[in-house]
Structure formats: structure tokens, C-alpha cells
């Protein structure tokens, strides 16, 4: 990928539309009608790639070095909840190094696709969104952290590790997340509270209400409002009603109706689990 964060030309996803207008202004022919209509094209190329996935002013040895300090962590945090031993900490070291490599790998792949399907640099409107569907993951890894739910590291951790082991990582990883969403719940209610506007100690109410029927998500995101709003939109009315007064009530169930569009955004941030991470934590 070294090849990838050199050569760049100055350029932007965006600033790269262009149209192209076949007929002449001033002759009307028939046969040039149905050229008269406007190609879009998109500007690609490696820099507007890097910009759209890990910003304009990142190389990539920052890149790499940002992830490299994340596996550290990582292992430091999972070494300090259940004691790994030495053979563990350098399998981990081992495989959290793989996720980094496919990373790379993954990114070099999207710039072969994007050259491949351009014509001098630029490409169309259907492929532009097909590469930044593509690039959807790779942007929200970068953004979350490399070494999420779907990540090589996460997923062997029930080979490397002994039952006791597992269990004491499941306990401490759910206290982290405990912790880390109950820091975003203020945010949380301040947003709410510009569209209920909560009376006196209403706040404290609610809030108790979240911690006790919203479980805390599989990821923290920026999106913890519309998890919140997600969440709660699936509990019953009466659990949530009595809070409010009328008005209240009316201003919060029109946001609980709409809670549904974040479905797709939370899992792309592996903020919801699926079935077979639900089942894996009721055996533990």
C-alpha cells in the first residue's frame, strides 16, 4: 500500500464532478439529441480514496501505527482482566497483526477496482456508488477502532482462551461498555430533552428508565441516540407514557416512530448483536 500514499493528486470526491455536454448551442440536429444529455463522472484516485476512509492529513504509517497502538491496548486491556499468559498475549499479537494486514490488503484491492472501472481517472455515477459501498466498512473500522465484533482477533478468542478466561473477558467487556454508554447518556437526554423539554427531576426518571430496559450496546459509536431511541421504541407504551404529560408524549413518540431508520446505521457500527452473539453470551 506504500505505492498508495504517494503520488497523490490534489483532488476531491467531490470537486471531481464533471458533466459533459456533446451537442453545440447553436446547431439543432436530430441526430444529436440523444447525446445532449449530461454524463456524470466522478473524480478517483488514491488520494480521494484515503481522504474519504482516513482523512486528508494521514499517512500511512500513521494509519498503521494508530492500529499497531490499538492492538496493544487491547491485548493490555484483555491481559488485565483474565491474566493471559505469554503463548496467548503472542497469538494475539499474532492475529490482531492479521487484521492489520487485511486492511492494507482490502485497500490496495479498492484501488485496483477503481482504476480498473475509470476512464482517465474518472468513473461514473454507478460505479462511484459502488465503491463507496464498498468503502463503508473499511471507513467505519477506521472510525471505531480496527479490532471490533467482526474482527479476526475477536472472533478466535473463544480457541485461545480457557472457559474461566472467556468468562471473566465477557464480564469485564460488558462493564467497559456498561461504563462507556452510561458516559454518553447525558448527551443522550440533553438531545431528548430539546424536543420533550423535561420538568423538574423528569430527567432522573428517564434516565433510570434506560439503564434499566436499554442494555448497553455491542459498540460505542457516535450514534447512541438513535440506539437509545431504537431500543426504546421496542418496549411497551405504558412503560414509557406515565413519565410524560400529554405534549411531552406526542413530541417523543413522533421520534420513537422513526426510531426504526437507524436499524441499519447501528449495525454497521456493531452496536446491535446478532443471533449467534446473543446465544454465545447466554452460555457464558
Not at 481522504?51 to 498503521?64: C, P
Not at 462507556?180 to 423528569?202: P, S, Y
Amino acid at each position: 500500500m506504500t505505492a498508495i500514499w504517494r503520488h497523490c493528486v490534489v483532488s476531491s470526491m467531490l470537486a471531481g464532478f464533471v458533466s459533459a455536454n456533446f451537442a453545440s448551442a447553436d446547431v439543432v440536429d436530430a441526430e444529436f439529441v440523444e447525446a445532449e444529455i449530461e454524463v456524470t463522472r466522478f473524480l478517483v484516485n488514491q488520494q480521494t480514496l484515503e481522504q474519504w476512509i482516513v482523512g486528508s492529513q494521514t499517512s500511512e504509517g500513521t494509519v498503521r501505527f494508530r492500529f499497531e497502538l490499538q492492538l496493544k491496548d487491547e491485548i493490555a486491556r484483555w491481559n488485565a482482566a483474565c491474566q493471559l499468559t505469554t503463548d496467548q498475549k503472542r497469538k494475539f499479537d499474532l492475529i490482531g497483526r492479521g487484521d492489520i494486514k487485511r486492511f492494507f490488503e482490502e485497500f490496495d484491492a479498492l484501488i485496483r477496482q477503481a482504476n480498473d472501472r475509470s476512464k482517465n481517472g474518472f468513473v461514473d455515477q454507478a460505479t462511484y456508488i459502488e465503491l463507496s459501498q464498498t468503502i463503508r466498512p473499511m471507513q467505519v473500522a477506521y472510525r471505531k477502532g480496527l479490532f471490533g465484533e467482526t474482527s479476526l482477533l475477536r472472533k478466535t478468542v473463544q480457541n485461545v482462551l480457557d472457559a474461566e478466561q472467556r468468562q471473566r473477558l465477557a464480564k469485564h467487556l460488558l462493564r467497559q461498555r456498561t461504563e462507556l454508554f452510561e458516559t454518553q447518556l447525558d448527551t443522550v437526554i440533553a438531545t431528548i430533552n430539546r424536543v420533550v423539554t423535561f420538568r423538574k427531576d423528569q430527567d432522573v426518571e428517564f434516565r433510570k428508565l434506560i439503564k434499566e430496559q436499554v442494555p448497553p450496546p455491542k459498540a460505542i459509536s457516535p450514534y447512541c441516540h438513535g440506539y437509545v431511541l431504537y431500543h426504546l421504541a421496542k418496549l411497551p407504551e405504558e412503560k414509557i407514557k406515565p413519565l410524560f404529560n400529554e405534549e411531552q408524549w406526542q413530541n417523543l413518540s413522533l421520534q420513537l416512530q422513526n426510531a426504526g431508520r437507524y436499524e441499519s446505521t447501528l449495525k454497521t457500527y456493531g452496536m446491535l448483536p446478532d443471533d449467534s452473539s446473543i446465544r454465545q453470551e447466554d452460555e457464558e
